[in-house]
Nanobody, 114 residues
Framework: QVQLVESGGGLVQPGGSLRLSCAAS????????MAWYRQVPGKQRELVAG???????NYADSVKGRFTISRDNTKKTVYLQMNSLNVDDTAVYYC????????WGQGTQVTVSS
């Protein structure tokens, strides 16, 4: 059974930083494209950042220059470093893996508030 387990969420003040981690129980992790999405109540889930199996990255315009996605294939883990957080970044963040099939984690709450 494939599992994606996110961690690292929490409460942070505006301007602060958090690093999210997603540990994956994927046999062929290095071949999967990985991504982080986020969702707020009443809105569609949106792509935040993605990293391909070749480590090419892409970002939503709203997070460019502030967030960095990376992966460690030896640890089967993908990370999202989030800097200069603002209240609009408050959401549940989900890890996503894709290689033919698509898998989702259970989500981790990020709250940016003073």
């Amino acid at each position: 059974q494939v599992q994606l387990v996110e961690s690292g969420g929490g409460l942070v003040q505006p301007g602060g930083s958090l690093r999210l981690s997603c540990a994956a129980s994927l046999t062929l992790f290095s071949f999967h494209d990985m991504a982080w999405y986020r969702q707020v109540p009443g809105k569609q889930r949106e792509l935040v950042a993605g990293i391909t199996s070749a480590s090419s990255t892409n970002y939503a315009d709203s997070v460019k220059g502030r967030f960095t996605i990376s992966r460690d294939n030896t640890k089967k883990t993908v990370y999202l470093q989030m800097n200069s957080l603002n209240v609009d970044d408050t959401a549940v963040y989900y890890c996503n893996a894709h290689l033919g099939a698509t898998y989702w984690g259970q989500g981790t709450q990020v709250t940016v508030s003073s």
